[in-house]
């Protein structure tokens, strides 16, 4: 397993204080839902005897509101979030305990550690939506879909499954392109135009796909097959 603490991590993880109730589910509920590592071995609370039938990851969960969906309508899956800003956590733990969803698990912190430890071929389908674009050209290697990642991904991704991405940013989405394209263990499944203008039926909406839609952009959806 790499040291995760041998690449930087670029972004927030705390906003504004949480809310007394928002607070009581990170004191009280997390500790049930939240993934762990035990040096090299991956605990996941509930699930060490059967694993569910399918496995998605979801990279940057923000608000959780498309993983939440997900799951709910997938209840015989299982769905890991990583996210590392605690104010997003918090809200995803508010959606399982309305929604009694028993088949999220969190792991609240950098993506990269975690997917680093877990065995290859492990998910059906992976989910980057709407990353942090970085537009600066400078900042371009924080970008959280490029070459140093890919290869995390591919390895923990089955052959046949699925890597979708989403993007508002026509640089990022040429980046994207560009780099998963180079990637011979990924192919590209579009065939039509609408396959990644139109957000697929199964995809629920982001608050991010949201905003960009008011906001007058056109949000891209990519797909590949692992190969």
Known sequence: MKDPTSERFYGRRKGRPLRSGRQRLMDTALPRFAVKLDGDNVVIPGWADAMPERMVLEVGFGAGEHLAAMAKAEPEAGFIGCEPFINGVARLLSRIEEDRLENVRIWPDDARPLIDALPDAFFDRAYVLFPDPWPKRRHRERRFVGPGNL??????????????????????????????RADRRFSWIARHPDDWRLRPADWPQTRYDAKARSQGLNPVYLRFQRV
Request: with cysteine.
């Open 151 to 180: 290869p995390r991904l591919a390895r923990v991704i089955k052959p046949g499954g699925l890597l979708c991405m989403a993007s508002d940013h026509p640089d990022y989405i040429a980046w994207m392109l560009a780099h998963v």
